[in-house]
């Protein structure tokens, strides 16, 4: 049985992804920060997926926490053995317009960029001889994603931080994609802006302004971005270190 990893799991981008994998037939580990009400409503409904025939786990990991990435690649280990797919969705981000030199404190692009891409390294450090094991066992590579963001192109985003952290996660995938083949295969998932519950109090304005910017006219869900990473898994498997946009054409204005 092969099992996918997915840190940030409770979230909207986050749960559409384990529950695509659940659905598929994946053992899946999603890991939380803060929301254990959220994880652990997450873990029920995806062993409902699975009729019970499968049994999924979520761990509390923030993936800054040295720590508790150790205990994690320690439970893993020890329950199931391998891995053959990591989702790094773990992100962290908040509104400064670019232009506001003071708003953007020394304390949120340290914590930006710990969380957004300190944390997406040292979840494939601890886990490359997990995903390693994987692609012996089934004599395929196995698969990194890393969740991005087309802000790591453009240098448009919620904050200037924001993009350097996705910008550095690209960079890596690029970087890691060469050194860890064949066994390992790296991609860079880019979504433009994700429609949830989230941004049900965005400006009405702002909205529509994303939406008139978006060729295809709609905003991207969570599933869109699980099914890019679902079909990396399944059926783009000659795929590494490369970018997937899923922005319905956002990047083009």
């Not at 049985?1 to 384990?18: D, F, N, P, Q, R």
């Not at 409503?41 to 040295?66: C, M, Q, V, W, Y």
């Amino acid at each position: 049985m092969k099992t996918v990893l997915v840190t940030g799991g409770a979230g909207e981008i986050g749960s559409a992804i384990c529950r695509k994998f659940a659905e598929n037939g994946y053992c899946v580990i999603a890991t939380y920060n803060s929301n254990s009400a959220k994880a652990e409503k997450l873990e029920e409904e995806l062993n409902g997926i699975s009729d019970g025939l499968i049994r999924h786990s979520i761990f509390h990991a923030p993936t800054t926490d040295a720590q508790k990435v150790a205990d994690l690649k320690a439970f893993v280990s020890e329950k199931y053995g391998k891995l053959d797919v990591l989702v790094n969705n773990a992100g962290i981000t908040t509104p400064v317009p670019h232009g506001d030199l003071e708003g953007l404190t020394d304390e949120w692009i340290d914590k930006i960029m710990q969380t957004n891409f300190r944390g997406s390294f040292a979840m494939v450090r601890a886990t490359r001889a997990l995903l390693e094991k994987g692609s012996e066992e089934s004599n395929e590579s196995s698969l990194i994603v890393n969740i991005s963001s087309i802000a790591g192109i453009s240098g448009i985003g919620s904050n200037v931080a924001y993009c350097a952290s996705k910008a550095a996660i690209d960079s890596m995938t690029r970087s890691l994609a060469r050194i860890l083949a064949p066994k390992i295969r790296m991609v860079s998932v880019s979504p433009g802006f994700v429609e949830g519950e989230y941004t049900k109090n965005f400006d009405p304005t702002f909205l529509q302004n994303q939406m008139d910017n978006t060729p295809l006219g709609r905003f991207a869900t969570g599933v869109d971005v699980a099914n890019a990473v679902y079909a990396l898994a399944t059926s783009l498997t000659f795929s590494t270190g490369t970018i997937i946009t899923v922005d319905g054409g956002r990047l083009l204005k």
